[in-house]
């Protein structure tokens, strides 16, 4: 059964479809390199979905955006009206991003977590206590679990409207909608953080025996899964807890909690003497505690029960977040590394330990090896193999296919500037000004909006220093902690300079350098300045170590193949559709250089040239 949501396929959809076929029915993974306009939603919804219709089992369609789960309902809304099946969806967000209760958001995901769990128990949620009466689920309930059914597939917004007005929990409902669903979008974060996946699983009465997982946008796959397993202790959260425990009267644990301050300021005291970080053993802080303060786990104990007491009246505890990060300490995982760290945070000094996580596979693993297919895809996934090495995933069960952009070529122009460089050693303000004058060159030469992507916040504000008064152009700057109602204004304000041409100027890394959509005449050029690596601090080190210790290769995995990637992924932004065109623009010696170069896609047609502005306005010209 085809149930492809458009009347054509392409020639290389047709292949991907294929090469889905081929995973599900043999049991295997796919990690697919997509490049953007492939169509890789429908290619791996199309099949999947034919193949759970048939045989059974449930789509977990994962993405690391809520925005990228509407392009998934659309298709599936597509497939539903054009062959007339009937598909059961249920589309998830955070829980703590469906929740009612006013004010909750402003919660950290862990404080959400048990101030949820205290509430359910107590019976003090309505919005709770409207779906279930005890364990019996309520008349009112089970009849908008009806509604929901036949309207889907519904996007998650319009979930959450509907239980609103009936004052339900969005999260309880949607979970009852799952149970008899055999597609669910979902974020990252419900699958690959391991406690999170199991009661999901639970929540929603799945196995993963008889689950196929899509992850669109990949790439970010191994990263994330470090975020989400890693965790970190500041004077500032210190600070907090102490302030909190003498506010609700536990003073014994105020005071624990100002030994605990006083430890770590010794230890940045004695490790710190002339650097910003430092290593720091398992056992060492396991040793400093229960000499100061008693039995580690006791105190542990200590600290996690009253933050659940205190989240009872106050729902978030800054008391429960440091036993919560003192129990992750406790972990005796090969893949982490334990650091101390002296960082400026609004002109007061920082001091952190962090519990940084290494390996990926230490969730990945039990669930590709569990669950029934895995399709990755990305447009930026190579090398293929580092993610199956990364994520742990059998070589023998594992297929990686890479396919054509199916864009014409000569709709993009690619040069490699080889003028100036972004390395370290390099950086001082003969260098900014030099890499302004290019940026400002190649910016004014190409008609309407141009993207300039810098590897960091810092470097980009050293270049514009100098670049402001060599553009024709409007400036728009991305910056820091932006709300995601200021980017779309950002983004719509630059927009609307599309007719006489603007210049942004973003981060390789941050919210504008990948998933936005700039189709057609909202952008025509992106210059990538600099190779945007890593810091080489502690972490980043630590990483290569690791990766060199388990593939042989930790130079490639840890430092240089991650910044390629992300530099592809930003190339991206210019060319979206078939009849766009656009240049792109690599602006760094490195780029040249062997190491790097290879990693550069292979069908773009690469022009190495000090003559930029030459080549663009023949480009544009012809």
Not at 111 to 127: G, I, Q, T, V
Not at 325 to 349: A, C, H, M, N, P
Request: aromatic content about 10%; proline content about 4%; hydrophobic content about 40%.
């Amino acid at each position: 059964m085809e149930l492809f949501p458009f009347d054509k396929i392409r020639e290389v959809q047709s292949k991907m479809i294929s090469d889905v076929k081929k995973a599900l029915e043999e049991g295997k993974h796919l990690i697919a390199h997509a490049p953007t306009g492939l169509g890789k939603t429908a290619a791996s919804v199309s099949p999947s979905l034919s193949y759970v219709l048939e045989n059974g089992g449930t789509i977990i369609f994962l993405t690391p955006k809520h925005t990228q789960h509407q392009i998934v309902i659309e298709t599936l809304k597509k497939i539903k009206e054009k062959h007339k099946v009937k598909i059961n969806v249920t589309d998830f967000i955070g829980k703590r991003w469906m929740c009612l209760v006013p004010g909750i958001q402003a919660l950290s995901t862990r404080d959400f977590s048990e101030y949820c769990k205290e509430a359910k128990l107590e019976e003090r949620c309505p919005f709770y206590n409207n779906v279930w009466k005890k364990t019996k689920l309520t008349q009112e309930a089970k009849n908008v679990v009806g509604e929901l059914k036949e309207k889907s597939p519904l996007h998650v917004e319009e979930v959450i409207s509907m239980c609103a007005k009936k004052e339900m929990c969005p999260y309880e409902i949607s979970c009852l909608l799952a149970k008899d669903s055999n597609f669910i979008i979902a974020d990252y974060y419900h699958i690959f953080h391991p406690h999170v996946r199991n009661a999901f699983l639970i929540k929603t009465n799945k196995r993963l025996s008889d689950s196929i997982i899509i992850v669109d946008e990949a790439q970010n796959l191994p990263n994330r899964i470090r975020e989400v397993l890693s965790s970190r202790m500041s004077n500032f959260s210190l600070n907090s807890a102490i302030k909190e425990a003498r506010r609700f009267n536990y003073i014994d644990i105020a005071n624990n909690i100002s030994y605990l301050l006083d430890i770590l300021n010794e230890l940045a005291k004695d490790l710190l003497k002339e650097k910003e970080e430092a290593y720091i053993s398992r056992d060492e802080l396991i040793e400093l505690i229960s000499k100061v303060i008693g039995d580690y786990e006791e105190f542990v104990g200590d600290l996690l029960l009253i933050g659940e007491q205190i989240r009872t009246e106050n729902k978030r505890s800054f008391v429960g977040s440091i036993g919560s990060f003192l129990q992750d300490w406790l972990t005796e995982e090969e893949g982490y590394t334990r650091i101390v760290r002296r960082s400026v945070f609004r002109d007061k000094e920082k001091i952190e330990i962090i519990l940084r996580c290494l390996d990926p596979g230490i969730s990945s693993k039990e669930l590709f090896e569990e669950c029934h297919s895995a399709i990755l895809m990305s447009g930026t996934l190579t090398p293929t193999r580092m993610y199956r090495d990364l994520l742990k995933m059998e070589k023998e069960r594992t297929i990686c296919a890479e396919y054509p952009n199916p864009f014409p070529k000569k709709n993009k122009l690619t040069l490699i500037v080889p003028e100036t460089t972004t390395k370290f050693t390099r950086r001082k303000k003969e260098e900014f000004e030099k890499i302004a004058d290019w940026c400002a060159k190649i910016a004014n030469a190409i008609p309407g909006n141009v993207a300039l992507f810098f590897p960091s916040y810092k470097l980009r504000d050293e270049v514009l220093k100098h670049f402001e008064r060599k553009s024709t152009k409007s400036i728009f700057l991305e910056r820091q902690g932006m709300s995601k109602k200021e980017r779309m204004d950002l983004l719509n304000q630059f927009k609307e300079y599309s007719s006489i041409g603007a210049v942004f100027l973003g981060i390789v890394s941050g919210s504008f350098g990948e998933g936005v959509d700039l189709p057609g005449k909202f952008l025509n050029g992106v210059v990538i300045v600099g190779v945007p690596l890593d810091t080489p601090d502690l972490e980043t080190q630590a990483l290569i170590d690791y990766y060199d210790k388990l593939f042989g290769a930790g130079w490639n995995y840890g430092y240089i193949y991650p910044a390629m990637n992300r530099a592809i992924q930003a190339c991206g932004r210019v060319i979206r559709s078939e009849n766009d065109r656009g240049v792109v623009v690599l602006l760094d010696e490195r780029f040249v250089w062997k190491n790097y170069f290879k990693l550069l896609p292979l069908d773009w047609k690469i022009t190495v040239t000090k003559e930029p502005v030459r080549r663009i306005k023949e480009f544009f010209k012809h």
